[in-house]
């Protein structure tokens, strides 16, 4: 019966609620930390989800981690181990598939002028859109300051430096429209 108890605890807490307030609560396997869920979320363990909003019926697997200021629309699906960073917004319908990592910055740095990179203003922020219905394939990497045009589809492993038109399919390493 303990078991079942926990199993039940566990649905509970990856279902979240409309203000994240008690989203995975009592679960040592996740760090969920000032998120606004939608309704019918559910998130997998060692997550890592702090000040970003995640619409209705969206999933996030294990082992993501979704940044302050990241917007999630409804109905994605967020695989496991991807990184969507401060800066990314993702339509309705999104797909994300499993490793998928986003930046933000063009010319990280750990120091500036012999110092270390300590606040926002030591470093720009570019922002990346993800528009509804697009699919991103797995160890997808998306460069920023970019946009994923509606139903676009970025093929497994491809490195993404400059915006994708709706529709279109990009592939490979090289980005390669198709």
């Known amino acids: 019966m303990k078991e079942r108890d926990q199993l ?6 990856m279902a979240g ?10 679960s040592s ?3 969920i930390v000032d998120v606004k869920l939608g309704r019918d979320v559910r998130i997998g363990d060692f997550v ?5 909003e995640i619409g209705d ?8 981690e979704i940044q302050r200021g990241a917007v999630i629309g409804r109905r994605c699906k967020i695989q496991s181990h991807s990184f969507i960073c401060t800066g990314v917004s993702l339509g309705d319908d999104v797909f994300i598939g499993h ?8 010319h990280p740095r750990s120091s500036k002028d012999g110092k270390l990179i300590r606040s926002q203003d030591d470093w720009t922020l570019l922002e990346t859109k993800v528009g509804e219905g697009a699919s991103i394939g797995n160890n997808a990497t998306i460069l920023p300051g970019i946009e994923i045009g509606a139903g676009a589809v970025i093929g497994a492993g491809a490195v993404v430096v400059k915006s994708v038109p709706p529709g279109k399919t990009v592939l490979g390493p090289a980005m390669r429209f198709k």
Request: charged residues 20%.
């Open 17 to 26: 609620g409309t203000d994240g307030a008690d989203a995975g609560s009592g």
């Open 99 to 106: 490793g998928v990592v986003f930046s933000n910055d063009k």
């Open 57 to 64: 019926e969206s999933m996030v697997g294990p082992f993501v």
């Open 29 to 31: 396997k996740k760090n």
């Open 48 to 52: 890592n989800l702090y000040g970003c």
């Open 8 to 13: 039940m605890a566990d649905k509970a807490n």
